[in-house]
T-cell receptor, first 112, second 114 residues
């Protein structure tokens, strides 16, 4: 099935560092979502974006809806050990709003 | 309140056997989704139920896969004649209404086909 391209695939960082990851698609989306998945758990919604250019924060997390409507970015500031996990972007198209298309994930490791 | 629950949490089966995976959505949620997550991959959409409407089966990878939702609540995903490539985590999500981003995920069932 269709998937979004997400990069980087994995990141290994020191505690306190900032993190950036992005997601791109060949299709236009009207909603971009970012989820985090902890081991053995289902994904949990972090941030939802609804308009091109929108910038939304949730604590140390900030996400942006790209102006082309084909990409999105997630930044994590001052990383802490509990940020470890897999981060997925997901998009909702204008054509079929009932489905989410997920990115391939960014695996984040934080070292103390 | 209780979240989405799935059972079993882990299932090991021999190639060729049939398996059933269960999902209990959040009470009152009308939409239910099944996804498959293979190692190193994102979430692959399988099937979507919304109320009493015919399900969207467009993501099912083969006719060995089927799903039912009884009484608008519990759902069962069945895989017949399992193959090794079916090994994955199967995630269920529910949503309070269609066309909603508010998908709440269960913990998943890890299926291993030997």
């Amino acid at each position: 099935g269709q998937q979004l391209n997400q990069s980087p695939q994995s990141m290994f960082i020191q505690e306190g560092e900032d993190v950036s990851m992005n997601c791109t698609s060949s299709s236009i989306f009207n909603t971009w979502l970012w989820y985090k998945q902890d081991p053995g758990e289902g994904p949990v919604l972090l941030i939802a974006l609804y308009k091109a250019g929108e910038l939304t924060s949730n604590g140390r997390l900030t996400a942006q809806f790209g102006t082309t409507r084909k990409d999105s970015f997630l930044n994590i500031s001052a990383s802490i050990p509990s940020d470890v996990g897999i981060y997925f972007c997901a998009g909702r198209s204008r054509v079929n709003t009932d489905k989410l298309i997920f990115g391939t994930g960014t695996r984040l490791q934080v070292f103390p | 309140g209780a979240g989405v629950s799935q059972s079993p949490s882990n299932k090991v089966t021999e190639k060729g056997k049939d398996v059933e995976l269960r999902c209990d959505p959040i009470s009152g949620h009308t939409a239910l989704y099944w996804y498959r997550q293979s190692l190193g991959q994102g979430l692959e959409f399988l099937i979507y139920f919304q109320g009493n409407s015919a399900p969207d089966k467009s993501g099912l990878p083969s006719d060995r896969f089927s799903a039912e939702r009884t009484g608008g609540s519990v759902s069962t995903l069945t895989i017949q004649r399992t193959q090794q490539e079916d090994s994955a985590v199967y995630l269920c999500a529910s949503s309070p209404r269609s066309a909603s981003y508010e998908q709440y995920f269960g913990p998943g069932t890890r299926l291993t086909v030997t």
